[in-house]
């Protein structure tokens, strides 16, 4: 890929910079590692002479450093090495709220250019005490929040890292844990590159593993994400701005909501992306999910080799109608391919801390999915080489979705809804659902029921130009039972 080979190299490039570059110590500048003291003002002013000198590594040595906001500057690199941990402070009015931005976050960087988070250090938000002070704050009357939930508007909480409009970031090796909101955020910035980070992020509500909003050349590899929201989240906040040339090979994650995510928000939309490699396990929601339900345009997309372990859903595919101000939305040329899945019966992400709502009931075992508009279809979607096994065991006198028109016509099209797998309760079949598309191909795909189910495994409604070839079914108690069912369908092959 052309994309990648230029990240790669600017990578090389950067490298090159940091290794050449000068080393500060942070306590030289007064920063104590004390884990007491709080090193704000220190570590901003050790940040603003190295940008003003030249540029460098700022190198924080084994040790205890607690900050609030600091903003990184250009040319300067933190550099946490092994023991080195920077804690945030537990104090919600040590941290800024940005003004351009709109967020808290404990590491700032904006309009800035080749910047870098690096070592065997760790980044410890201390998120849950935080969070809790600022709702003990509001309380009070102290902070004005609106307190959803009883928990602060995500923007009030603190993330560990914010990085708006820059160029050129490296972060890599290090640890980032108990963000009190989203964990890292890289919005509007161009090549980035994140390598062998670990990421420990379930202390609170809303704690992602990553979010990459409306980024232009990004490589993200050999991580590991625990987290109680969303794992690897791509968004795109701006209609005038695309998520674009971005490759994540040999990711690992968990999470109480999706593992593979575009969206929610998606105003501009996501193209040219290669995952590869991917494993997601005790996860809540989708190990994989599209939403383009903001006027979104999603294409070019190519997902090779996932392993998806009791996960609550391994595909959802969908385009909605939530905010698209008229933009017509759309999602196409998507390739999913070397896919070994398990859906379990019962709730995957259970007794973690922040666990997945239950929700979305009554419904048995919901389905993989591909689901578009009757205006705008979901097209030229390719899935190869695929193998899930589901619980089955579904029980119509718990929930029914039968196959007249009038049940299947009675599916919701809930084009304004959130976007959940879940969202329409019963679907109709167990192991595939795709409504309102075009152009879908099953190659050597495989479903596997372990218990037998009332539904069939597919039902097709409202698609044009269908072609299996090599399906195979495996359904206790089904023998002679239609397994692929379709409606207002029309040029179904089946091979």
Same mark, same amino acid.
């Given at each position: 890929?052309?994309?990648?080979?230029?990240?790669?190299?600017?990578?090389?490039?950067?490298?090159?910079?940091?290794?050449?570059?000068?080393?500060?110590?942070?306590?030289?500048?007064?920063?104590?590692?004390?884990?007491?003291?709080?090193?704000?003002?220190?570590?901003?002013?050790?940040?603003?002479?190295?940008?003003?000198?030249?540029?460098?590594?700022?190198?924080?040595?084994?040790?205890?450093?607690?900050?609030?906001?600091?903003?990184?500057?250009?040319?300067?690199?933190?550099? +946490?090495?092994?023991?080195?941990?920077?804690?945030?402070?537990?104090?919600?009015?040590?941290?800024?709220?940005?003004?351009?931005?709109?967020?808290?976050?404990?590491?700032?960087?904006?309009?800035?250019?080749?910047?870098?988070?690096?070592?065997?250090?760790?980044?410890?938000?201390?998120?849950?005490?935080?969070?809790?002070?600022?709702?003990?704050?509001?309380?009070?009357?102290?902070?004005?929040?609106?307190?959803?939930?009883?928990?602060?508007?995500?923007?009030?909480?603190?993330?560990?890292?914010?990085?708006?409009?820059?160029?050129?970031?490296?972060?890599?090796?290090?640890?980032?844990?108990?963000?009190?909101?989203?964990?890292?955020?890289?919005?509007?910035?161009?090549?980035?590159?994140?390598?062998?980070?670990?990421?420990?992020?379930?202390?609170?509500?809303?704690?992602?593993?990553?979010?990459?909003?409306?980024?232009?050349?990004?490589?993200?590899?050999?991580?590991?994400?625990?987290?109680?929201?969303?794992?690897?989240?791509?968004?795109?906040?701006?209609?005038?701005?695309?998520?674009?040339?971005?490759?994540?090979?040999?990711?690992?994650?968990?999470?109480?909501?999706?593992?593979?995510?575009?969206?929610?928000?998606?105003?501009?939309?996501?193209?040219?992306?290669?995952?590869?490699?991917?494993?997601?396990?005790?996860?809540?929601?989708?190990?994989?999910?599209?939403?383009?339900?903001?006027?979104?345009?999603?294409?070019?997309?190519?997902?090779?080799?996932?392993?998806?372990?009791?996960?609550?859903?391994?595909?959802?595919?969908?385009?909605?109608?939530?905010?698209?101000?008229?933009?017509?939305?759309?999602?196409?040329?998507?390739?999913?391919?070397?896919?070994?899945?398990?859906?379990?019966?019962?709730?995957?992400?259970?007794?973690?801390?922040?666990?997945?709502?239950?929700?979305?009931?009554?419904?048995?075992?919901?389905?993989?999915?591909?689901?578009? +508009?009757?205006?705008?279809?979901?097209?030229?979607?390719?899935?190869?080489?695929?193998?899930?096994?589901?619980?089955?065991?579904?029980?119509?006198?718990?929930?029914?979705?039968?196959?007249?028109?009038?049940?299947?016509?009675?599916?919701?099209?809930?084009?304004?809804?959130?976007?959940?797998?879940?969202?329409?309760?019963?679907?109709?079949?167990?192991?595939?659902?795709?409504?309102?598309?075009?152009?879908?191909?099953?190659?050597?795909?495989?479903?596997?029921?372990?218990?037998?189910?009332?539904?069939?495994?597919?039902?097709?409604?409202?698609?044009?130009?269908?072609?299996?070839?090599?399906?195979?079914?495996?359904?206790?108690?089904?023998?002679?039972?239609?397994?692929?069912?379709?409606?207002?369908?029309?040029?179904?092959?089946?091979?």
């Amino acid at each position: 890929m052309i994309y990648k080979n230029k990240i790669t190299l600017f990578f090389f490039l950067l490298l090159g910079f940091q290794l050449s570059a000068k080393d500060y110590v942070a306590t030289e500048f007064g920063v104590k590692n004390d884990g007491l003291t709080l090193n704000t003002c220190s570590i901003q002013k050790a940040i603003d002479f190295i940008h003003e000198h030249g540029g460098g590594r700022l190198v924080f040595e084994s040790g205890n450093y607690v900050t609030g906001s600091i903003y990184l500057k250009s040319n300067v690199t933190l550099q +946490l090495d092994y023991g080195a941990t920077i804690l945030g402070s537990t104090n919600p009015f040590d941290y800024v709220k940005d003004k351009k931005i709109g967020w808290m976050s404990m590491i700032f960087a904006v309009n800035q250019e080749n910047i870098g988070i690096t070592g065997k250090g760790i980044i410890n938000g201390r998120g849950f005490t935080t969070a809790n002070n600022m709702v003990n704050y509001i309380h009070r009357g102290v902070f004005i929040d609106p307190l959803k939930y009883d928990r602060p508007n995500e923007t009030n909480r603190p993330q560990n890292i914010y990085f708006r409009e820059c160029t050129n970031i490296i972060i890599t090796d290090i640890t980032l844990k108990d963000p009190a909101s989203w964990n890292q955020t890289y919005d509007q910035c161009k090549n980035l590159y994140v390598d062998h980070i670990t990421v420990d992020s379930k202390s609170y509500w809303n704690n992602d593993g990553i979010d990459v909003v409306d980024c232009d050349g990004v490589v993200i590899k050999n991580s590991y994400f625990d987290a109680a929201d969303d794992v690897l989240c791509f968004k795109s906040h701006s209609a005038q701005h695309i998520c674009q040339n971005v490759v994540v090979d040999n990711c690992v994650g968990r999470s109480s909501a999706n593992g593979l995510k575009f969206g929610t928000v998606s105003r501009g939309g996501f193209k040219n992306f290669k995952v590869t490699n991917l494993t997601i396990f005790d996860t809540f929601r989708s190990a994989i999910t599209f939403a383009a339900v903001d006027g979104g345009e999603i294409e070019n997309i190519v997902i090779d080799g996932v392993r998806s372990i009791n996960t609550g859903n391994v595909i959802y595919l969908r385009i909605g109608d939530r905010w698209s101000s008229g933009k017509k939305p759309y999602m196409k040329n998507i390739t999913i391919s070397n896919v070994y899945a398990e859906v379990p019966l019962g709730k995957p992400d259970a007794g973690y801390n922040f666990e997945g709502p239950i929700e979305d009931l009554p419904r048995n075992i919901s389905p993989a999915s591909i689901v578009g +508009l009757v205006e705008n279809k979901i097209q030229n979607v390719t899935l190869k080489n695929i193998q899930i096994v589901y619980p089955g065991s579904g029980n119509p006198m718990y929930a029914k979705r039968g196959l007249t028109p009038a049940e299947l016509d009675g599916v919701p099209e809930m084009r304004e809804a959130y976007p959940e797998f879940s969202q329409f309760k019963e679907l109709p079949a167990w192991g595939f659902y795709v409504r309102h598309a075009e152009g879908i191909t099953f190659e050597n795909v495989t479903f596997t029921a372990l218990k037998k189910d009332y539904r069939p495994s597919v039902v097709l409604d409202d698609v044009k130009n269908a072609t299996f070839s090599g399906l195979v079914v495996n359904e206790p108690e089904s023998i002679g039972k239609q397994q692929v069912f379709p409606y207002k369908t029309s040029n179904l092959i089946i091979k």
